[in-house]
């Protein structure tokens, strides 16, 4: 700006004469008005059109950088309060997970307790079971054994008294001879 009313005054100013004592020509008192004049109408037009609205220009991006800087604080706080949420969310799920993971441990721990419990309980009736159906065999067999035993002896001591029984007879030495066997089997149980 100083730079260009510097140009104007030279401009405005007449040509230095050649005077023969060599020296600058200052030029009139009404040059050197007209050129302050001049300098202080440009001064003004251009401090009224071209500053103003430069001035103002650069004040409203001024403003227009503030905003941008405070709307990319807020932002960041923002960001930075989600995270902080996020990982607050992130560690009370993992806690939640670890929870769930042990009473899943827990109740598979019982689950399986209870399948024992319940094996333990069948195999000790199939146990039972087994014992019986074997007492029952025995017992069984033993009536069978004393059966046969009764009738061998019958027949024996018919062979041996030489004679044959009739079916009464034959059938009450069976009967005696279950009856002491079963006496004798009882005494040796």
């Known amino acids: 700006m100083a ?3 510097a140009v104007l005054l030279l401009a405005a100013s007449p040509a230095p004469a050649s005077d023969e004592g060599g020296g600058f020509y200052p030029g009139d008192l009404g040059q050197a008005v007209a050129a302050v004049v001049i300098f202080l109408l440009l001064l003004a037009i251009l401090g009224r059109w071209a500053w103003k609205p430069l001035v103002a220009q650069l004040q409203r991006r ?3 950088i503030a905003d941008a800087l405070k709307r990319a ?3 960041e706080k923002d ?3 989600l995270l902080e949420d996020y990982r607050a969310r ?3 799920a993992d806690a ?3 929870k769930l993971m042990a009473q899943a441990r827990r109740d598979a721990l019982e689950a399986g307790q209870v399948v024992l419990n319940a094996a333990e309980q069948e195999s000790r009736k199939m146990v039972n079971l087994a014992r019986q159906e074997i007492d029952q065999a025995k017992r069984s ?3 069978e054994l004393r059966v046969s035993t009764a009738e061998m002896a019958a027949d024996l001591a018919a062979g041996v008294i030489g004679r044959t029984l009739s ?3 034959h059938a009450r030495l069976v009967a005696e001879s279950i009856q002491e066997i079963g006496q004798r089997g009882g005494e040796g149980n």
């Open 79 to 81: 960001t930075q309060r």
């Open 73 to 75: 604080e807020q932002r």
């Open 96 to 98: 939640d997970a670890q």
């Open 167 to 169: 079916p009464e007879d």
């Open 62 to 64: 001024e403003e227009s």
């Open 3 to 5: 730079f260009s009313a």
């Open 90 to 92: 992130m560690e009370a």
């Open 141 to 143: 067999a033993l009536r």
